[in-house]
């Protein structure tokens, strides 16, 4: 496996895959790698002949109160499992590589930046849109594999790369949990053992929600009701949303529907955590 750490040696691979003969697949990371990226990873090998990894703490989607100095960064045991999954390449770029002094263009996906995560971390899809951008021109992927876990980030993904007509399919592949139920992050690591059991809660409100909606419930209130009882069960978590939207422009619906995405945000202790369902 070779760790590459400039955008033209990124470039010169990857087209030097394409001459071969060979798809190139994009598998971006921040690190502190879980089965849940392993699995984007092995959803990458299955369908192309190449396969890199970037691993990168991307710093324009943190907030200023957010958790970029303490994000967990696991680098050599990240490319371990990496290179146990058979990755060929790891793309590790410095800040200054894909931020160069002077830089002042970003990539910014109006509207749909602002909903959900976007309304509750200002920026911060701004950040995402930018860095996958770059990562796209410099990948020049085929394919780019992300979770459904970030279905918010999803939507915001395929807007960008359909208008500005990026030539990359991007394929989404389903959450994975731990044997509780719990959505795997890398962020679960911030968990006490009391939180840790707190966090639970998000997976058992979705839950609650489908639960609902496969009985017949079409309303989105009353799932949305649904899920709120279920939070109230563990009072120290603090809800960001609960919400039930059309997952390609993530406005609410009031009616669910095969597009239906329907999320939850929540801080647990001070860890802001993620999960989700479509319908």
Not at 26 to 38: C, D, I, R, S, W
Not at 112 to 120: C, H, P, Q
Request: aromatic share 8%; hydrophobic share 45%; glycine share 6%.
């Amino acid at each position: 496996m070779q760790i590459i750490r400039t955008v033209a040696e990124l470039r010169t691979w990857s087209r030097a895959s394409g001459q071969a003969g060979k798809s190139v697949g994009l598998v971006p990371t921040m690190g502190a790698l879980h089965e849940g990226h392993l699995s984007l990873v092995r959803a990458a090998k299955a369908s192309c002949g190449a396969v890199a990894a970037s691993i990168f703490v991307n710093p324009t989607q943190f907030g200023p109160n957010e958790d970029f100095a303490k994000y967990p960064r696991t680098f050599e045991a990240d490319c371990k499992l990496l290179e146990a999954e058979g990755v060929d390449v790891v793309f590790a770029p410095t800040p200054e590589e894909m931020y160069p002094a002077g830089a002042v263009t970003f990539v910014e996906v109006a509207g749909l930046s602002d909903r959900l995560d976007g309304a509750s971390r200002p920026g911060h899809f701004r950040g995402v849109a930018t860095v996958v951008a770059k990562l796209f021109v410099a990948a020049e992927p085929d394919r780019a594999f992300f979770g459904q876990k970030d279905a918010a980030q999803v939507a915001v993904l395929r807007r960008m790369t359909a208008d500005l007509g990026l030539p990359v399919e991007l394929v989404v592949c389903p959450i994975v949990r731990e044997p509780d139920g719990l959505a795997m992050s890398s962020r679960n690591r911030y968990l006490s053992p009391e939180e840790r059991r707190q966090a639970l809660v998000l997976s058992r409100a979705l839950q609650a929600a489908q639960r609902a909606a496969k009985a017949g419930e079409r309303k989105t209130t009353a799932l949305i009701e649904a899920a709120w009882q279920v939070f109230l069960t563990e009072p120290s978590v603090r809800i960001d949303y609960i919400a039930a939207v059309d997952w390609a422009t993530l406005e609410p619906v009031e009616e669910a529907s095969s597009e239906m995405l329907f999320a939850v945000a929540a801080y647990v202790g001070k860890t802001r955590l993620i999960d989700n369902f479509v319908c």
